[in-house]
T-cell receptor, first 110, second 115 residues
Framework: GENVEQHPSTLSVQEGDSAVIKCTYS??????FPWYKQELGKRPQLIID?????GEKKDQRIAVTLNKTAKHFSLHITETQPEDSAVYFC?????????FGSGTRLQVQP | GAVVSQHPSRVICKSGTSVKIECRSL??????MFWYRQFPKQSLMLMAT?????????EQGVEKDKFLINHASLTLSTLTVTSAHPEDSSFYIC???????????FGSGTRLTVV
């Protein structure tokens, strides 16, 4: 089955700085890679996703890149704000259930 | 957009009792429902996949006789935790994905505490 590894587990940045979270996956058949933001006790919220036929996608301050050859994808958050503080999960799937990474706790210091 | 309603949001039960969690897709037909469990400060781990009208497929290490899943209609899937024990205390969350829906819609989650 799919295995997704995520790094770092915790990330602390100053407000206004950029944050990068990286994930690798094992199953070359995976073709959908969403990123979720989860606040304590709440459901994961989709923040951006990318499909395997695209190398990069951007939505305002958030961008995701995908390298299919290396089987890794990354989340980039620019101009971070305190409200970006949360746990972020990457995931991968090939039309089955999502396999999640272990999560990154992002803390944006004001 | 697609909405999945999950109930209850919180439940406290005594050891040995059973708890039923419901997930309903409100504005689309969920042919497939995924059930996840999330322990504190950990990731979401897939427990089982249910397809409407057929038996659920359980992940390795998940007891099918303890976690009963029913997906009798295209809009409702239920997870029953039978003979609950304190170690079953966790955040349970469903996710619906229809055949033509390439995305995944999560329920709001259920915080189960077994005392």
């Amino acid at each position: 089955g799919e295995n997704v590894e995520q790094h770092p587990s915790t990330l602390s940045v100053q407000e206004g700085d950029s944050a990068v979270i990286k994930c690798t996956y094992s199953d070359s058949a995976s073709n959908y890679f969403p990123w979720y933001k989860q606040e304590l006790g709440k459901r994961p919220q989709l923040i951006i996703d990318i499909r395997s036929n695209v190398g990069e996608k951007k939505d305002q301050r958030i961008a995701v890149t995908l390298n299919k050859t290396a089987k890794h994808f990354s989340l980039h958050i620019t101009e971070t704000q305190p409200e970006d503080s949360a746990v972020y999960f990457c995931a991968a799937t090939g039309r089955r259930a999502l396999t999640f990474g272990s999560g990154t706790r992002l803390q944006v210091q004001p | 957009g697609a909405v999945v309603s999950q109930h209850p949001s919180r439940v406290i039960c005594k050891s040995g009792t059973s708890v039923k969690i419901e997930c309903r897709s409100l504005d689309f037909q969920a042919t497939t429902m995924f059930w996840y469990r999330q322990f504190p400060k950990q990731s979401l781990m897939l427990m089982a996949t249910s397809n409407e009208g057929s038996k659920a497929t359980y992940e390795q290490g998940v007891e099918k006789d303890k976690f009963l899943i029913n997906h009798a209609s295209l809009t409702l899937s239920t997870l029953t935790v039978t003979s609950a024990h304190p170690e079953d205390s966790s955040f349970y969350i469903c996710s619906a994905g229809g055949q033509l829906n390439y995305g995944y819609t999560f329920g709001s989650g259920t915080r189960l505490t077994v005392v």
